[in-house]
């Protein structure tokens, strides 16, 4: 079974993540997919060096990603092209990892892929189950400030840039509340994984 684990932008993916391998649960996590593809000399690397200016990118190659993330967040256009050369890159290497693990294990049942953006890129038939990780828009908020740095004009862009939450939790198969402790997050992700092992 394919998980699809997703949620807004600081609603505690990388936590249920964390929780989910600690389980023994393999993750795939496309925000470290997409920090690969995109690395110096990768096709997509090549497409954005072609499609974006200069300033998008450090003297030695890498991407700037604040100067990038300032264009594509104030242009959709721009947006779109950054999704339409990282997306099928970012699929593809999913798809890649979930064929090597199956071939290294066949008694894994369970496969979690992290994607952050499932609804937003019509993902949704990739996966057997998504699972919507979710907390109140003034703690999203709030961790952006304070663990990301962002500023209070950054952190809104960010999150109205995402589907709302409400329309995402109306759109899973499972929820997990993370306006909590971490403790409590973690017992939702136990029982939820008691259930879909017995399923």
Same mark, same amino acid.
């Not at 339409?84 to 496969?111: G, K, M, N, W």
């Not at 500023?151 to 709302?164: G, K, S, V």
């Given at each position: ?7 807004? $932008? ?10 989910? #391998? ?7 996590? =496309? ?18 060096? =072609?499609?974006?200016?200069? &300033? ?33 890159? $970012?699929?593809?290497?999913? +798809? ?5 693990? #199956?071939?290294? +294990? ?11 953006? /499932? ?6 038939? #990739?996966?057997?189950? $998504? ?16 663990? #990301?740095? !962002? ?11 995402? /589907?709302? $939450? ?7 198969? !499972?929820?997990? &509340?993370? =306006? ?5 997050? @973690?017992?939702?992700?136990?029982? /939820?994984?008691?259930?879909? @092992?017995?399923?």
């Amino acid at each position: 079974m394919i998980i699809g684990l997703t949620g807004g $932008i600081a609603s505690g993916k990388s936590l249920v993540a964390d929780l989910f #391998r600690a389980a023994g649960v393999p993750v795939i996590d =496309t925000d470290e997919i997409a920090r690969q593809v995109v690395a110096p000399g990768q096709p997509a690397w090549h497409k954005l060096r =072609t499609a974006f200016p200069p &300033d998008c990118f450090l003297p030695d190659g890498q991407l700037a990603r604040s100067a990038l993330a300032s264009l594509v967040f104030a242009d959709e256009s721009s947006r779109l092209l950054l999704e339409s050369i990282t997306h099928p890159a $970012i699929f593809a290497e999913v +798809d890649r990892q979930l064929q090597a693990l #199956r071939q290294a +294990d066949s008694s894994v049942r369970l496969i979690v892929v992290v994607v952050p953006l /499932l609804f937003e890129v019509g993902a949704e038939a #990739r996966f057997d189950q $998504i699972v919507v990780v979710f907390a109140r828009e003034e703690q999203m908020r709030e961790r952006l400030v304070q663990q #990301r740095g !962002y500023t209070a004009a950054d952190a809104e862009a960010r999150i109205a840039a995402q /589907l709302p $939450i409400a329309e995402k939790m109306c759109r899973a198969d !499972y929820l997990l &509340d993370n =306006t909590g402790t971490p403790e409590q997050t @973690r017992i939702q992700v136990a029982q /939820l994984l008691d259930h879909l @092992r017995e399923g």
